[in-house]
C-alpha cells in the first residue's frame, strides 16, 4: 500500500518527570485497514525529530502504510522552538535512562489511547522503532526492554556509550561536577552534568546497547556509513555479531557518513543518494517484517 495523503498531528505527553515529551504522529489518509502498525523514530544527541530531512522521511514511511510516530526526548533540549537547542538546562542532564523511560511512557501511551489518531487505530501489537545514533543505542535497549516493540531498524547506532567518555570528560565530571562539548552545527557550548555519566555507569546492564542486543531475537537490521567520522561503522557490526535473531541484517552504505549526507536544515527538493538509500531499505525492512 502506498498512500497518497499523509496526515500529521503534533501533540505531547507527560513524561516521567511531567516534562512533554513532543511528538508528531504521520498516518496515511487512505487505508483500507481498521489497524496499522505503528513506528517509533527516535533522534541522536544534540538531535530532534525535525531535524534536517526527518520529517520527510517520517511522511515518507508512513506513506508505505505505517503510522509513524516521530519523538523528541523530553531532556533533548528542544523547548518551545522545534528546531533550536534552547533549553541547555534539560539537555546538561539527559539521561539514557530517562531516554529509554520516554520510549515506554510513548508506548504505554498508544496501549491506553492518549496518543491516537481520529482515522484509523494504532495497532499495539505491531511496534517497530527506528534509531539514530545515540538514539539507536537507545532504540537497541528499548526493544529489549519492551515486549511490544516487534521490529528495529538503527542508524549510525553507538553499540556502547560507556566507551564514549573521553579522560577530559571524566576528569571535569570529578573535578567539576560537569563537562562542556561543543554543538558543532550551531556553535554552542553545551553543559553535560555528571549525573549523565553516573547514570551510564550505575545502569550499564540495562542501558548500554552492546548488553542488551543479546537479548533480541525479532527482525534487526543495523544501517550504517562506512565513512561515519563520528560513530565507526565497526559499532554496528559488533552490534550485528552480538545479536542472536536468526533474521537480522547488516547494511554498511559505501561512500557516506554519519547522517547519510544529510544535514540541517533541509531545504532540497530530493535526498541524498546515501539518504535515499537508507530510506529505501528501512521502509522494506518493516514492510517484509512489521506490515
Same mark, same amino acid.
Given at each position: 500500500m502506498s498512500a497518497t495523503n499523509i496526515y500529521k498531528i503534533t501533540d505531547s505527553i507527560p513524561s516521567t518527570e511531567n516534562l512533554p515529551i513532543r511528538f508528531d504522529m504521520y498516518s496515511p489518509g487512505n487505508s483500507s485497514r481498521d489497524l496499522l502498525p505503528v513506528i517509533l523514530f527516535v533522534h541522536g544527541n544534540k538531535g530532534f525529530k525535525d531535524w534536517g530531512p526527518f520529517p520527510d522521511a517520517c511522511e &515518507? $514511511?508512513?506513506?508505505?502504510?505505517?503510522?509513524?510516530?516521530?519523538?523528541?526526548?523530553?531532556? !533533548?533540549? $528542544?523547548?518551545? !522552538?522545534?528546531?533550536?537547542?534552547?533549553?541547555?538546562?534539560?539537555?546538561?542532564?539527559?539521561?539514557?535512562?530517562?531516554?529509554?523511560? &520516554?520510549?515506554?511512557?510513548? $508506548?504505554?501511551?498508544?496501549?491506553?489511547?492518549?496518543i491516537s489518531s481520529q482515522r484509523v487505530g494504532l495497532h499495539t501489537d505491531y511496534i517497530g522503532i527506528i534509531g539514530h545514533s545515540r538514539g539507536g543505542h537507545t532504540a537497541v535497549a528499548a526493544a529489549a526492554e519492551f515486549q511490544e516493540i516487534q521490529c528495529l531498524v538503527t542508524w549510525s547506532a553507538v553499540a556502547n556509550y560507556n566507551e564514549r567518555w573521553t579522560d577530559r570528560m571524566v576528569r571535569d565530571w570529578k573535578e567539576k561536577g560537569f563537562t562542556e562539548i561543543l554543538n558543532s552545527r550551531t556553535g554552542q557550548v553545551m553543559r553535560v552534568d555528571k549525573v549523565v555519566y553516573e547514570d551510564a555507569l550505575a545502569n550499564e546492564e540495562r542501558l548500554m546497547a552492546i548488553n542488551r542486543v543479546k537479548e533480541l531475537y525479532i527482525p534487526c537490521m543495523f544501517i550504517a556509513g562506512k565513512e561515519d567520522e563520528s560513530v565507526s561503522y565497526k559499532e554496528s557490526e559488533s552490534?550485528?555479531?552480538?545479536?542472536?535473531?536468526?533474521?537480522?541484517?547488516?547494511?554498511?552504505?559505501?561512500?557516506?557518513?554519519?547522517?547519510?549526507?544529510?544535514?540541517?536544515?533541509?531545504?532540497?527538493?530530493?535526498?541524498?543518494?546515501?539518504?535515499?538509500?537508507?530510506?529505501?531499505?528501512?521502509?522494506?525492512?518493516?514492510? &517484509?517484517?512489521?506490515a
Open positions: &515518507d $514511511i508512513a506513506r508505505k502504510g505505517f503510522i509513524v510516530i516521530a519523538m523528541n526526548f523530553s531532556l !533533548n533540549g $528542544i523547548g518551545e !522552538n522545534p528546531t533550536e537547542l534552547e533549553r541547555l538546562d534539560l539537555y546538561q542532564r539527559e539521561t539514557l535512562s530517562q531516554d529509554l523511560n &520516554d520510549i515506554g511512557t510513548v $508506548i504505554e501511551g498508544i496501549k491506553n489511547g492518549s552490534l550485528y555479531r552480538n545479536c542472536p535473531s536468526e533474521n537480522r541484517e547488516l547494511r554498511l552504505i559505501s561512500g557516506t557518513g554519519h547522517t547519510f549526507d544529510a544535514s540541517h536544515p533541509f531545504e532540497e527538493k530530493e535526498y541524498p543518494e546515501k539518504f535515499a538509500e537508507v530510506l529505501d531499505l528501512t521502509e522494506e525492512w518493516f514492510i &517484509d517484517n512489521l
